[in-house]
T-cell receptor, first 114, second 114 residues
Framework: AQSVTQLGSHVSVSEGALVLLRCNYS??????LFWYVQYPNQGLQLLLK??????LVKGINGFEAEFKKSETSFHLTKPSAHMSDAAEYFC????????????FGSGTRLLVRP | DVKVTQSSRYLVKRTGEKVFLECVQD?????MFWYRQDPGLGLRLIYF???????EKGDIPEGYSVSREKKERFSLILESASTNQTSMYLC?????????????FGQGTRLTVV
């Protein structure tokens, strides 16, 4: 069965520090992988997606993620955190049985300290 | 600007009430989704619709039903609300097509059942 695991329900960084949010997946076929961001009291917004092209994917707001097949990982990074990055981040994988449905991880809340 | 609009941001209902959550999209998307978001569990799919009057059960359909009489509108119905249905409900829509297409989310409805 497909699944997504996000390590760490909360991550706290200082402003200007590196952001690293971890995501591991399991899938029987080459996956489509996504990161979504949810700002307080808002819906989800797509940050970036991997669809079997380049393994390093650049997204909005300076975020990027690297697909590593050998590690079954798709970690999200940003070189320098900004206060406005404080939000909840969800990793997701496209279902094998339906190209329109996603399986979401449990989410990681990013806290940015001044 | 693309938009998915959920009719209420906050709702408080009593146990046993019939509850309607409404969602409207203005992007002429074929697919519409209802998710439930709970802390530590991420997003879980309740129902999916791929066309007018067509629906599929998601991962947690028990206690819910849906209605899609028009392409732009997708309603989630709690036939008899219970306290364990207290949650954040998110509606999303996406276009059908080859490969994968992005899903756009509404701002969510926070439902409290007392």
């Amino acid at each position: 069965a497909q699944s997504v695991t996000q390590l760490g329900s909360h991550v706290s960084v200082s402003e200007g520090a590196l952001v690293l949010l971890r995501c591991n997946y399991s899938s029987s076929v080459p996956p489509y992988l996504f990161w979504y961001v949810q700002y307080p009291n808002q819906g989800l917004q797509l940050l970036l997606k991997y669809t079997s092209a380049a393994t390093l994917v650049k997204g909005i707001n300076g975020f990027e993620a690297e697909f590593k097949k050998s590690e079954t990982s798709f970690h999200l990074t940003k070189p320098s955190a900004h206060m406005s990055d404080a939000a909840e981040y969800f990793c997701a994988v496209r279902r094998v049985d339906s190209s329109y449905k996603l399986i979401f991880g449990s989410g990681t809340r990013l806290l940015v300290r001044p | 600007d693309v938009k998915v609009t959920q009719s209420s941001r906050y709702l408080v209902k009593r146990t046993g009430e019939k509850v309607f959550l409404e969602c409207v999209q203005d992007m002429d998307h074929e697919n519409m989704f209802w998710y439930r978001q709970d802390p530590g569990l991420g997003l879980r799919l309740i129902y999916f619709s791929y066309d007018v009057k067509m629906k599929e059960k998601g991962d947690i359909p028990e206690g819910y039903s849906v209605s899609r009489e028009k392409k732009e509108r997708f309603s989630l119905i709690l036939e008899s609300a219970s306290t364990n249905q207290t949650s954040m409900y998110l509606c999303a829509s996406s276009k059908q097509g080859a490969g994968w297409t992005e899903a756009f989310f509404g701002q969510g409805t926070r439902l409290t059942v007392v």
